[in-house]
Structures are given as structure tokens and as C-alpha cells.
């Protein structure tokens, strides 16, 4: 399953998705957690020490050694330059899968405990003022559009704050999304946009909601979110203990607050995967990044990448 973690700056997404993750890792599964936030914390949060997280190179500042890879043999991708973002996979590309090493998981992953661990990476000096983040991500989506996850497999994306995954195609590349959200108007005020902005693009999104004191919490996320309200997370002395530099086992966290952890892994293996429609909507999204500018700033036409007698789902059998 590939899951994304979502909300609000501050709202807990990273500690959330990083306790969930925790919670895979302990349940001896085949774990691959990216950060995909501009505020790179998660490496931490899952227990690296400063030198260890320090060591993780960015995927976004090596892009050509991403599209190198992936790209293989593939005929119909002209070179790594005209390989852009949304570029799907065909005859010829090299896709990934969590449990076999590869040249980019070699370079660009740590092991944290048994989790593998990437990171997208903050903005360089250089990109300040220049770029926004977004031009960062494109790593990361074409190593999601490329990794096939198997059975008891997870993919878990601290994604960035907010809906701003809607200015590129980061929203499309999950099974399921779970957005975090606080019992406040400015934190359901997300859970409005993702859901507007993702209803045409069949986003399976779920709430989380977090720091819930009270009845009244749960009744005023019920209110916004209502069916989508999938569990509530409170207030945790075990999340402050880890805020301030403490490190716990997992097992210390409260019980109520754990059988939240077994909810969102329960939600996500009732998804059933369909490579066909995810292939689908890549090649989609990648004729509707062609035609509106990428054709023009590449001087060639684009969607002639795309791979007519290639089936992703076939692939995945292999």
C-alpha cells in the first residue's frame, strides 16, 4: 500500500505518520518512509540521531541520477532531459520494489531500524527565491510512479502542509490518504480543500483526527468530515515526552491512542490494489502536463512516452 500523510502545518501528520510507521516496523513488515515535507523532521521522528538524519541525501537536489535509473532502455524516452515529473513507466523502465536492492535505494536510503528511510529535501541556498518546493518533488513522484509495493508491503509519504500537493501530481500516487486534523475551523479548513479539490480524481481520503480532548472534539469533527472521520487521536503525554528529545518504545504510548495505529493499517489493507487504474491516471495526468507546458518547454512532444502496450499490472506480477 502506498499512504500518504496529510494536513495542516502543526496539525501532527509527521507525528502521526512517523508512530504509524513505528507501528509497521514493529510488526515486522516491509516498511519504505519518505519525507516529502519542506520541514525535514521525520527522519528524527522514527529515531535517527542527528548525524544519521544529516547523512540522508536529498533526493530532489539528484534528480538526473533518479531519471537515469528509471529510465533503462526505454525507446520511447529520448533522453534523461525530456524525462519530466510525470513521465509513467514502459518497455524498458526499471521499476523498484521495497524488498530488492537497487542503485537508488544504495545511495539515497538509510536504514532506520528496519525501515528504509528517503528524503525529498529542504530548498538549497541556491533555489531561494527562485523555486518553489514543488520543483523538489519531482524525485519523489517519479520514484512512486515507478515502485511497486507487494503484499504486507507500506510506502508511508509525509507529505507537504496543507493541500499544496494539488500543484503537482503527488495527490494521485496513493491507495489512501489520511489527513490529520486538529478540532479547529482552520484545521478541518484543509479537509474542505482536499476533499473539493480531489472529489474528480477519486482520492481515497480519510480523517485522523488529533489532540482530541473531549466529546465535543469528536462531535465538531464529525460535524466537517462526517463518514470520512475514520478515529481520533488524544492528547498524548507520550508525544510530549518525544517533543522534548525523550526516546520511547512504542509500547509506552497509550493504549487508546495505539488501537488508532491498528485502525489507519486496517483501513489501508481493506484497499484493493488496481495497477491498471494507477497506471491510468499516470498516463493521464502525464498528457495533461505535455499539452498544457512541458511539450512546449521540451521542444518535443511528450506523450509519445507513453507506452501503449505497456501494463503496469502485468509488471507488478513479475
Not at 508491503?153 to 500537493?165: P, R
Not at 504510548?253 to 489501508?268: C, S
Request: proline fraction near 3%; charge should be negative.
Amino acid at each position: 500500500m502506498k499512504i500518504a500523510f496529510v494536513g495542516k502545518g502543526g496539525s501532527g501528520k509527521t507525528t502521526l505518520s512517523s508512530l504509524f510507521t513505528r507501528s509497521l516496523d514493529d510488526q515486522k513488515t516491509n516498511v519504505l518512509a519518505i519525507d516529502a515535507d519542506i520541514n525535514q523532521h521525520m527522519a528524527q521522528a522514527l529515531g535517527a540521531d542527528e548525524a544519521l538524519a544529516g547523512s540522508i541525501p536529498a533526493l530532489g537536489l539528484d534528480m538526473i541520477r533518479v531519471k537515469d535509473y528509471l529510465r533503462g532502455i526505454n525507446a520511447r524516452i529520448k533522453s534523461s532531459k525530456s524525462m519530466i515529473k510525470t513521465t509513467p513507466p514502459g518497455t524498458g523502465s526499471r521499476l523498484l520494489k521495497i524488498s530488492q536492492p537497487n542503485p537508488l535505494f544504495d545511495h539515497f536510503a538509510r536504514k532506520i531500524s528496519n525501515i528504509t528511510f528517503m528524503a525529498t529535501g529542504a530548498l538549497s541556498e541556491e533555489d531561494l527565491g527562485l523555486k518553489c518546493y514543488h520543483s523538489k518533488l519531482g524525485a519523489t513522484e517519479l520514484i512512486l510512479s515507478h515502485l511497486i509495493d507487494q503484499p504486507n508491503e507500506y510506502v508511508v509519504v509525509d507529505m507537504t502542509a496543507g493541500a499544496d500537493s494539488f500543484a503537482g501530481g503527488m495527490f494521485m500516487k496513493f491507495d489512501v490518504t489520511f489527513l490529520i486534523t486538529e478540532p479547529t475551523l482552520k484545521g478541518v479548513s484543509v479537509y474542505h480543500q482536499y476533499k473539493e479539490y480531489g472529489k474528480e480524481h477519486n482520492i481515497n481520503l480519510k480523517v485522523i483526527g488529533n489532540k482530541v480532548e473531549n466529546s465535543d472534539d469528536v462531535a465538531f469533527l464529525r460535524k466537517h468530515a462526517g463518514d470520512d472521520l475514520l478515529a481520533t487521536f488524544s492528547h498524548s503525554q507520550y508525544v510530549r515526552a518525544l517533543e522534548k528529545g525523550e526516546h520511547l518504545a512504542l509500547a509506552e504510548l497509550e493504549p487508546k491512542n495505539q488501537a488508532v495505529l491498528q485502525v489507519i493499517k486496517m483501513e489501508a489493507d481493506k484497499v484493493v490494489k488496481d495497477w491498471d487504474v494507477f497506471y491510468r491516471q499516470q498516463v493521464n495526468l502525464h498528457i495533461k502536463t505535455s499539452e498544457s507546458w512541458a511539450n512546449h518547454e521540451a521542444g518535443e512532444d511528450l506523450t509519445l512516452q507513453i507506452d501503449p502496450d505497456f501494463s503496469l499490472s502485468e509488471a507488478a506480477k513479475i
